[in-house]
C-alpha cells in the first residue's frame, strides 16, 4: 500500500506565497512522475506542475513564473512553492505520482488526499 500525504495548504492574502508539500509512503523504491494539480470549486481538475524522477519539469499557462516544483527522490518527496499567489489560484490542490514501484508491485496514477489553499483579495 502506498499514500501521497500533502501539507501546507491554508488562507494568504493576495501577492502571498505559501508551500504545498507531499510525502510518499510505503515500501517505495522508486516514483516516476510527480505533479500537482488542482480543482477549484465548480471547476474541472487541471494541472499545476509535474516533475519527472530526472527533474524536467511542465507548467501550467496560468502558474508559469509564479510556482516551482521540485523533488527529493530519496526521501520521495515533491514540493510546490508558490508566489504571487492570486485569488483566482483559491483551489484543492492535488499530489498525484504517476507510477510507484515498490516491494510488493507497480501502483499507478495515485492521488492524495488533497490540501485547500484560499488566497483573499
Known amino acids: 500500500q502506498v499514500q501521497l500525504v500533502e501539507s501546507g495548504g491554508g488562507l494568504v492574502q493576495a501577492g502571498g506565497s505559501l508551500r504545498l508539500s507531499c510525502a510518499a509512503s510505503?515500501?517505495?523504491?522508486?516514483?516516476?512522475?510527480m505533479g500537482w494539480y488542482r480543482q477549484a470549486s465548480g471547476k474541472q481538475r487541471e494541472l499545476v506542475a509535474t516533475?519527472?524522477?530526472?527533474?524536467?519539469?511542465n507548467y501550467g499557462d496560468s502558474v508559469k513564473g509564479r510556482f516551482t516544483i521540485s523533488r527529493d527522490n530519496a526521501k520521495n518527496t515533491v514540493l510546490l512553492q508558490m508566489n504571487s499567489l492570486q485569488p483566482e489560484d483559491t483551489a484543492v490542490y492535488y499530489c498525484?505520482?504517476?507510477?510507484?514501484?515498490?516491494?510488493?508491485?507497480?501502483?499507478?496514477?495515485?492521488w492524495g488526499q488533497g490540501t485547500l489553499v484560499t488566497v483573499s483579495s
Open positions: 510505503g515500501r517505495i523504491f522508486s516514483i516516476n512522475t
Open positions: 498525484n505520482a504517476d507510477s510507484i514501484m515498490t516491494g510488493v508491485g507497480r501502483y499507478r496514477d495515485v
Open positions: 516533475i519527472t524522477r530526472g527533474g524536467s519539469t
